[in-house]
């Protein structure tokens, strides 16, 4: 065979063929797999639950509202907003909300001078928490009526130290920013689900996320609340994405709010993965080898297989012109609105994780957003 299609051949195939077999192993999993736990179905303890709020004063009510509608005894749970200098007045209509409309659990509003984070302000938050259960969610977000409960669940196992909850997409089919995100949302929760009852998932979001209490001295500063799983991982526990914990989310329908978004997310996970790697070498990780090759691979690896994948076509291309004709068959594929969403979901997905590589090797990770 010819040399530029051999490399073409050979670059495909090591570009797509780990991820296909990792997704069918997961999904099986996910699926089929066991969950090797002993659950307690009444588990009750004690939960401070910690909502991180920068300008949310659009949502902030809404918020503890929804909080207010948990099915959980209101003596069992308490709640820490954090305001990091919010410049829309958060502080101001949380404290009159508060005043106005006792809610059942105790609140409590916590008010830093300046904005460092997130991370951060989770932090000073959690020094002031006194539940057995850490939990944590953002103030744009809402839960279901049973999302605590069936997310507490799960912690009474001795063996998981956190666990975090799914998505729900409120406007999935919005715009194909939207759609695309909900494809990408179908893949990962089976892969992420897989990596959970295999042993563990640290791809955790703090919209949904519970810690017990005495095994998290810190959210991770760096790598969000992916970083806060990964430090439980490495003393010896699990922590497990759950299949009936809910939070529902509305996604942004514009691209340029989404690309925003999206990088961010992926600086962290490279982020996150680049510190797994470097406590490979060391073998000094604890996480189950295949789940961080796999990881590795996906986030660090694969984004340059996709350059080079895009490079060999090119090449293909330009050395035999006529396969230029298999270009009309674009169309017919842009037709089909969810092959269309695929190929940009693909597309999309391998430049964030370029520009997040890129992001991370140049040390500027972003610990502050445009809110
Ligand atoms: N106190 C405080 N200080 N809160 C903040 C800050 C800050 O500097 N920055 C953001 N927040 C709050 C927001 O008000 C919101 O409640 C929550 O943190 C999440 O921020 P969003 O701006 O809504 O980000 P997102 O929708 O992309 O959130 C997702 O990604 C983040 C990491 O990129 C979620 O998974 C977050 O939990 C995650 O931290
Ligand atoms: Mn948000």
Known sequence: ?????SLFVIVTVIHITPVAIYYL????????????LSLDEDYSPTVTLIVAAYNEANTILNKIRNITEL???????DVIIVDSASTDGTPRITEEYLQNNKPPFKTFLMEENRREGKAKALNHALQQASGSIVATSDADCLWTRGSLRNALKYLSDDS????????????????????TESQHRDFFNLIRLGESKTHSTIAFEGALALYKRK?????DEDCDDSGSALNLVQQGYRTILVPDAFFLNPFPSKWSVKISKKTRRAQHLVGLWWKCLKLAIRRKLKLDPW?????????LINPFL??????????????????LLLLLLLPFIAIVPKMRDSLILYLTNHLFLLYAIFVESSGRKQVIWKK
């Not at 192993?25 to 090797?36: D, F, L, T, V």
């Not at 997409?169 to 939207?178: E, H, I």
């Not at 996709?306 to 396969?323: D, K, N, S």
């Open 71 to 77: 099915d959980y005894p209101a003596d069992k749970l």
């Open 1 to 5: 065979m010819n040399f530029v299609i």
């Open 25 to 36: 192993s997961m999904r099986r999993k996910a699926q089929k797999g066991p969950w090797n």
């Open 306 to 323: 996709f350059a080079l994948f895009l490079g060999t076509i090119i090449l293909v291309l330009i050395t035999y012109p006529f396969l």
């Open 291 to 299: 789940i961080s090759a796999a990881n590795v691979f996906l986030y």
């Open 215 to 219: 095994l998290l001295q810190r959210f």
């Open 160 to 179: 998981i130290a956190a666990v975090c909850g799914q998505e729900v997409l409120l406007n999935p089919k919005d715009s194909s920013a939207t759609r």
